[in-house]
Nanobody, 122 residues
Framework: QVQLVESGGGLVQAGGSLRLSCAASTRTFSSRAVGWFRQAPGKEREFVAA????????TYKDSVKGRFSISRDNAKNTVYLQMNSLKPEDTAVYYC???????????????WGQGTQVTVSS
């Protein structure tokens, strides 16, 4: 079973930046599209960004376009989410998962990692 480990979260002021990392326990992760998702208190988990296995295609939730950037290093089996110009509404626990494609960001693995908490203060 694939294990996903998210890291890099923290507490930042509005306008600040964070870089999240998602590491997987299996090399097959590098051959799959990967997405970042987030869940705020009392809300459903939502899609944030996705990247194709090659890194050549990316998609973003409208509200993060121009502020967030997803990338990957397949040699390290790791996917990143660079978050700039953070807003209080970005506060959530952030998770990663393999997805069907960048166009259809449906999570593939039933089990999720622990996530990483991002808190943006105003």
């Amino acid at each position: 079973q694939v294990q996903l480990v998210e890291s890099g979260g923290g507490l930042v002021q509005a306008g600040g930046s964070l870089r999240l990392s998602c590491a997987a326990s299996t090399r097959t992760f590098s051959s799959r599209a990967v997405g970042w998702f987030r869940q705020a208190p009392g809300k459903e988990r939502e899609f944030v960004a996705a990247i194709s296995w090659s890194g050549g295609s990316t998609t973003y939730k409208d509200s993060v376009k121009g502020r967030f950037s997803i990338s990957r290093d397949n040699a390290k089996n790791t996917v990143y989410l660079q978050m700039n110009s953070l807003k209080p509404e970005d506060t959530a626990v952030y998770y990663c998962n393999a997805v069907r494609s960048t166009a259809l960001a449906i999570p593939l693995f039933n089990s999720w990692g622990q996530g990483t908490q991002v808190t943006v203060s105003s």
